[in-house]
T-cell receptor
């Protein structure tokens, strides 16, 4: 039973298109995140949500819009895709806000923009 | 914001040798320091963590040390095995769920 699941696992698309990645966690955690891992393997935080509320919004282009319909789901929508958006996007969750503990990562979604 | 630096970027050791990876952090408010292992094509997974009220923690062949004064922490792997080959990430957090990662160390253990 997968704890943090992301779909799709692979996404190949053309520049200028709009795409979404979905994430769901069944751990009962309050906090969810999106991280971007580029080709050099650097893991960079993009967004953090606590109980559906946006808490951290790093310097990310506003073409990226997260949405959390409930605390178990955090989706990422990307408009007008650019070549530089190609990366692996990891969703993660942790138990509660203000008491940092282990991050549980999803399997990642590899986005390739042609 | 927090800045985490990690060295070396690549590390190659012979099976059975020890491996040490070092990280420094900038925010003195950081109080949680985990280490993650990422195998090729897989997700990062926690292998060990330490909180700021502890100087050292050990779990079988892996150990982590923390020097709060100098703002650095290290991962030690003893008796390395080929299956230890992976990318290792250190991270730091102030407790506001703002986990920042180092750039990663690619460890290769040669049989």
């Amino acid at each position: 039973d997968t704890a943090v699941s992301q779909t799709p696992k692979y996404l190949v698309t053309q520049m200028g298109n709009d795409k979404s990645i979905k994430c769901e966690q069944n751990l009962g955690h309050d906090t969810m995140y999106w991280y971007k891992q580029d080709s050099k393997k650097f893991l960079k935080i993009m967004f953090s949500y606590n109980n559906k509320e946006l808490i951290i919004n790093e310097t990310v282009p506003n073409r990226f819009s997260p949405k959390s319909p409930d605390k178990a789901h955090l989706n990422l929508h990307i408009n007008s895709l650019e070549l530089g958006d190609s990366a692996v996007y990891f969703c993660a969750s942790s138990r509660q806000w203000g008491n940092t503990g282990e991050l549980f990562f999803g399997e990642g979604s590899r986005l390739t923009v042609l | 914001g927090e800045n985490v630096e990690q060295h070396p970027s690549t590390l190659s050791v012979q099976e059975g040798d020890s491996a040490v990876i070092k990280c420094t952090y900038s925010d003195s408010a950081s109080n949680y320091f985990p280490w993650y292992k990422q195998e090729l094509g897989k997700r990062p997974q926690l292998i060990i963590d330490i909180r700021s009220n502890v100087g050292e923690k050990k779990d079988q062949r892996i150990a982590v040390t923390l020097n709060k004064t100098a703002k650095h922490f290290s991962l030690h792997i003893t008796e390395t095995q080929p299956e230890d080959s992976a990318v290792y990430f250190c991270a730091a957090s102030t407790g506001n769920n703002d986990m920042r990662f180092g750039a990663g160390t690619r460890l290769t253990v040669k049989p």
